[in-house]
């Protein structure tokens, strides 16, 4: 196992890391201290106030807020989508793509899926645009909810940090 110095973690976060030791970070098993490091560079690199408790994707965190102490699902711009357990999809602007101009846009001619079996629901942030996430399903299929992180075992049991605190 190798370990890593911040300043490299913090150079994979803004993607300026070199490729080998990129390529030695992925593919070794982690050290024990690079979610903590992980989440120091991925705070530096953030405008809001709120605690970072755990990254969904490149734009969305659960944070502790810095307010309440209420976990939350939050854009990278600060926009609060809703309570962490929640399925912020709901709180999202939605752009479904249901016919063919839609798909025109995205795919070259004769090349899209009959909108007729599926769609494209595209879930954009409110406040700065940014897309989240992409969903293909068929048209009638409720929207989903991704996943429900177990954050207090990964806390406890994977990462071995204290859990932030949480106000219900
Ligand atoms: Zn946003």
Redesign the pocket.
């Known amino acids: 196992m190798s370990t890593y110095t911040q300043e490299q973690v913090n150079n994979m976060v803004a993607g300026t890391l070199d490729w080998d030791t990129t390529f030695r970070m992925l593919s070794m098993p982690k050290d024990s201290e690079r979610f903590s490091q992980y989440l120091t560079a991925l705070q530096a690199s953030v405008s809001f106030p709120d605690k970072i408790v755990l990254p969904l994707s490149p ?1 969305m965190y659960i944070v502790q807020s810095a307010k309440s102490k209420k976990w939350l699902t939050i ?5 609060e989508f809703c309570g962490y357990k929640e399925n912020w999809k709901l709180f999202a602007n939605i752009y479904v793509r249901d016919n063919a101009e839609a798909m025109a846009e995205v795919y070259p001619k004769f090349m899209h899926p009959d909108t007729n079996w599926q769609v494209y629901r595209e879930y954009y ?6 897309l989240h996430d992409v969903e293909a399903p068929t048209p009638w299929y409720p929207v989903i909810h991704d996943f429900e992180p177990d954050i207090e075992t990964f806390y406890k049991e994977w990462v071995c940090l204290p859990l932030p605190e949480k106000a219900e």
């Open positions: 734009h854009c990278d711009c600060g926009h942030c409110p406040s700065c645009g940014v």
